[in-house]
């Protein structure tokens, strides 16, 4: 005799059993040791930064490139075979860790800091050549227009000029009619 089924509920039910029983295969093998994974662990030197490797790298003729910064720009040349995971970074330290624990963190801190410090000065720097060149060239403009005004307003007639030029036109032309005549 079959056992008469509940529907849907037990079909997901059972799925969710399944799907359980997987994950907890999978966290209890990543959790385990592998050998392999302990050789790679090995072959990859604990302690250097990716600067460090990239410097090694750029040494042995790879082409590692790094940012203003200090940062490499892309780490797949960094990566050796395997999972590619990154370095693990060391947890905070408790609140119930001594002051001495706290002192030690802050040279890093001050230096992450320094680091900033040194960027913002960077940009701030660039920031201002900036403006020094705009307004550099705000100023040429502004001379240039004033030039082409001048240049403009010289080779203006003035009233004067043009009354002039007028009378010394019609004298010519009243000689010019005078001669016909005789």
Do not use: C, W
Not at 61 to 81: C, H, M, P, R, Y
Not at 141 to 162: C, F, I, M, P, Y
Not at 167 to 177: D, G, I, M, N, T
């Amino acid at each position: 005799m079959r056992k008469k089924s509940q529907g849907m509920s037990t079909f997901y039910r059972n799925m969710l059993n399944k799907t359980e029983s997987k994950h907890d295969e999978i966290v209890a093998a990543s959790t385990s040791k592998d050998p392999k994974a302990e050789l790679e662990d090995q072959s990859t030197p604990k302690g250097k930064s990716d600067v460090e490797i990239a410097a090694e790298l750029k040494a042995k003729g790879a082409s590692v490139e790094i940012n203003e910064e200090g940062q490499v720009v892309d780490k797949t040349q960094l990566l050796s075979g395997g999972l590619n995971l990154g370095t693990v970074k060391p947890s905070k330290p408790s609140s119930r860790a001594s002051h001495s624990a706290g002192a030690r963190q802050q040279p890093g801190f001050q230096s992450k800091n320094k680091s900033q410090q040194d960027v913002r000065a960077r940009q701030s720097k660039m920031l201002e050549d900036q403006l020094a060149q705009a307004q550099k060239r705000a100023l040429e403009e502004e001379e240039e227009s004033r030039a082409e005004l001048e240049r403009q307003a010289k080779s203006r007639k003035t009233n004067a000029d043009v009354q002039s030029a007028k009378e010394r036109y019609l004298q010519r032309k009243r000689e010019a009619a005078a001669k016909k005549q005789s």
